[in-house]
Nanobody, 123 residues
Protein backbone atom coordinates (compact mmCIF):
# COMPACT_ATOMS: atom_id res chain seq x y z
CA UNK A 1 0.00 0.00 0.00
CA UNK A 2 1.43 3.32 -1.10
CA UNK A 3 1.53 6.05 1.49
CA UNK A 4 2.69 9.64 1.20
CA UNK A 5 2.78 11.44 4.53
CA UNK A 6 3.39 15.17 4.64
CA UNK A 7 4.63 17.07 7.66
CA UNK A 8 6.06 20.46 8.55
CA UNK A 9 3.10 22.72 7.93
CA UNK A 10 1.99 25.36 10.38
CA UNK A 11 1.41 29.05 11.05
CA UNK A 12 4.15 31.51 10.15
CA UNK A 13 4.39 35.27 9.71
CA UNK A 14 4.92 36.81 6.32
CA UNK A 15 8.58 36.73 5.41
CA UNK A 16 9.17 33.58 7.41
CA UNK A 17 10.15 30.08 6.35
CA UNK A 18 8.84 26.55 6.59
CA UNK A 19 10.19 23.21 5.42
CA UNK A 20 7.70 20.59 4.33
CA UNK A 21 8.61 16.91 4.22
CA UNK A 22 6.88 14.03 2.49
CA UNK A 23 7.81 10.48 3.45
CA UNK A 24 6.92 7.83 0.88
CA UNK A 25 6.40 4.13 1.46
CA UNK A 26 5.04 1.19 -0.49
CA UNK A 27 6.59 2.23 -3.78
CA UNK A 28 9.98 2.17 -5.47
CA UNK A 29 10.78 5.78 -4.75
CA UNK A 30 13.47 6.19 -7.38
CA UNK A 31 11.04 5.33 -10.17
CA UNK A 32 8.73 8.23 -9.34
CA UNK A 33 8.94 11.90 -10.03
CA UNK A 34 7.68 13.85 -7.03
CA UNK A 35 5.70 17.03 -6.87
CA UNK A 36 4.11 19.51 -4.53
CA UNK A 37 0.72 21.04 -5.20
CA UNK A 38 -1.43 23.36 -3.13
CA UNK A 39 -5.06 24.30 -2.81
CA UNK A 40 -6.34 27.45 -1.16
CA UNK A 41 -9.95 27.77 0.03
CA UNK A 42 -12.29 28.33 -2.91
CA UNK A 43 -9.53 27.86 -5.46
CA UNK A 44 -8.40 25.12 -7.80
CA UNK A 45 -5.46 22.93 -6.93
CA UNK A 46 -2.28 24.34 -8.45
CA UNK A 47 1.18 23.08 -9.23
CA UNK A 48 3.94 24.36 -6.97
CA UNK A 49 7.13 22.40 -7.69
CA UNK A 50 8.37 19.07 -9.00
CA UNK A 51 11.56 17.07 -9.12
CA UNK A 52 12.60 14.26 -11.42
CA UNK A 53 13.39 10.72 -10.31
CA UNK A 54 17.11 11.37 -10.13
CA UNK A 55 16.71 14.79 -8.58
CA UNK A 56 18.73 16.37 -11.34
CA UNK A 57 15.90 18.52 -12.68
CA UNK A 58 13.41 20.69 -10.85
CA UNK A 59 10.43 22.76 -11.95
CA UNK A 60 8.59 25.60 -10.24
CA UNK A 61 5.47 27.65 -10.63
CA UNK A 62 6.27 31.25 -11.46
CA UNK A 63 4.62 32.36 -8.23
CA UNK A 64 7.17 30.51 -6.07
CA UNK A 65 10.29 30.63 -8.23
CA UNK A 66 13.23 32.02 -6.28
CA UNK A 67 11.50 31.48 -2.93
CA UNK A 68 10.79 27.74 -2.79
CA UNK A 69 13.21 24.85 -3.29
CA UNK A 70 12.25 21.25 -3.88
CA UNK A 71 14.71 18.46 -3.10
CA UNK A 72 14.68 14.73 -2.49
CA UNK A 73 16.67 12.18 -0.54
CA UNK A 74 16.31 8.86 -2.33
CA UNK A 75 18.01 7.04 0.53
CA UNK A 76 15.25 8.22 2.87
CA UNK A 77 12.35 8.02 0.39
CA UNK A 78 11.59 11.62 1.23
CA UNK A 79 10.91 14.79 -0.73
CA UNK A 80 11.19 18.26 0.76
CA UNK A 81 9.88 21.72 0.01
CA UNK A 82 11.85 24.56 1.55
CA UNK A 83 9.67 27.66 1.55
CA UNK A 84 11.29 31.04 2.21
CA UNK A 85 9.98 34.61 2.09
CA UNK A 86 6.46 33.32 2.61
CA UNK A 87 3.54 35.53 1.66
CA UNK A 88 -0.09 35.46 2.80
CA UNK A 89 -1.06 34.26 -0.67
CA UNK A 90 0.97 31.09 -0.04
CA UNK A 91 -1.66 30.04 2.49
CA UNK A 92 -3.09 26.69 1.38
CA UNK A 93 -3.15 22.98 2.01
CA UNK A 94 0.01 21.55 0.49
CA UNK A 95 0.00 18.07 -1.02
CA UNK A 96 2.86 15.92 -2.18
CA UNK A 97 2.32 13.48 -5.00
CA UNK A 98 4.15 10.74 -6.88
CA UNK A 99 4.19 10.37 -10.66
CA UNK A 100 5.44 7.38 -12.66
CA UNK A 101 5.40 9.54 -15.78
CA UNK A 102 8.00 11.81 -17.30
CA UNK A 103 5.45 14.61 -17.16
CA UNK A 104 5.54 15.99 -13.64
CA UNK A 105 4.14 19.50 -13.90
CA UNK A 106 0.53 18.41 -14.37
CA UNK A 107 -1.72 16.99 -11.70
CA UNK A 108 -3.17 14.35 -14.01
CA UNK A 109 0.27 12.71 -14.26
CA UNK A 110 0.30 11.77 -10.59
CA UNK A 111 -0.93 8.42 -9.30
CA UNK A 112 -0.54 8.89 -5.57
CA UNK A 113 -1.32 11.79 -3.26
CA UNK A 114 -0.73 12.57 0.39
CA UNK A 115 -3.37 13.80 2.79
CA UNK A 116 -2.04 17.35 2.82
CA UNK A 117 -0.56 19.70 5.39
CA UNK A 118 -1.89 23.17 6.18
CA UNK A 119 0.34 26.19 5.69
CA UNK A 120 -0.97 29.49 6.98
CA UNK A 121 0.94 32.74 6.46
CA UNK A 122 -0.21 35.72 8.50
CA UNK A 123 0.31 39.29 7.37
Amino acid sequence: QVQLVESGGGLVQAGGSLRLSCAASGLTFTTYGMGWFRQAPGKEREFVAAITRSGLSTYYADSVKGRFTISRDNAKNTVYLQMNSLKPEDTAVYYCAASPNTVIQEGWAYDYWGQGTQVTVSS
